[in-house]
């Protein structure tokens, strides 16, 4: 896997991720004594949330480290990849925040969601959706075409429009009961170099590593006019795909 997370360098400088997921534990509703299952739940800190609102939580990540920076949090999480669920008819809602973007396999993700829902369970996530970070996606294409690198090889991220997410929940046995794509433009903490080195790690990759601090300083440069503000903040173009939806049969 090209993507790694470090748990640290997580909580320093995207901790906005978790704060701006709480519309979306909102939207969940969770319940005392619900079983839930969070879908990609990072270093735990939404889970955290369902937690105390009473309801019991399986959190699943692919990442180790973030496994066990949920466990310091003394959460039930567990090391799963979202596209290969094995859990069978076992949980009342299941709830994702900024995850499901990173696996392209999305038919996989809703099968194995569909299969670990109860009968009429909930499925309540937010995701990037059609326009997400695409000025970023235009400065890698322009700055990996130099290098004679196709960035479409070393893009990870998959940012559906509502007809494509919606036609595959739908196939499924997803009855969709709410449904948006907006844009969230997020100011950053801090500078625009370590989101990158956060969030674009399959794109640097694509290069040796003595040129990864000249590409992120081009990527930097291509990005400045168009996402730095006068006051110096960055301002990222995110694009959110949020919705509801549940198991009919
Ligand atoms: C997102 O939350 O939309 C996102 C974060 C990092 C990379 C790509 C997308």
């Known amino acids: 896997m090209s993507q790694t997370w470090d748990p640290d360098t997580y909580a320093k400088h995207a901790r906005f991720v978790s704060d701006l997921g709480a519309p979306v534990v909102d939207l969940l509703q969770p319940q005392s004594g ?4 969070d879908l990609g739940c990072g270093d ?3 889970t955290e949330r369902l937690q105390k609102a009473g309801s019991l ?7 180790p480290e973030q496994v066990s920076a949920a466990l310091k949090r003394g959460l039930d ?3 799963i990849d979202a596209s290969a669920l094995s859990f069978n008819q076992e949980f009342d809602a299941v709830f994702s925040n900024a995850s499901l973007h990173w696996i392209q396999d999305a038919k996989a993700v809703i099968d194995g969601v569909w299969r670990a829902l109860k009968p009429n369970g909930r499925f309540v996530a937010e995701l990037g959706g059609a326009g997400n970070v695409e000025s970023f996606r235009e400065a890698f294409q322009c700055a990996l075409a130099t290098r004679d690198i196709d960035s479409n090889a070393a893009d990870p991220w998959y940012f559906p429009t509502t007809k494509q997410y919606r036609a595959l929940l739908a196939a499924r046995g997803f009855s969709v009961r709410s ?9 950053l903490p801090g500078d625009i170099t370590h989101w990158l080195e ?3 790690q399959p794109f ?3 290069v040796n590593a003595a040129d990864r601090p000249t590409l992120i300083q081009e990527v930097r440069g291509q990005l400045k006019s168009k ?20 198991r009919t049969e």
């Not at 619900?34 to 299952?37: C, D, F, G, K």
């Not at 173009?237 to 939806?245: P, Q, S």
């Open 44 to 46: 735990g800190a939404l």
């Open 179 to 187: 449904m948006k794509l907006f844009p969230r433009p997020t100011p």
């Open 77 to 79: 999480a567990r090391i």
């Open 57 to 63: 939580v399986v959190a699943i990540d692919s990442s």
């Open 198 to 200: 956060l969030f674009a």
């Open 34 to 37: 619900e079983r839930i299952l």
């Open 204 to 206: 640097l990759k694509a």
């Open 227 to 246: 996402l730095q503000g006068s006051d110096g903040i960055w301002l990222v173009d995110y694009v959110r795909l949020r919705f509801v939806a549940t």
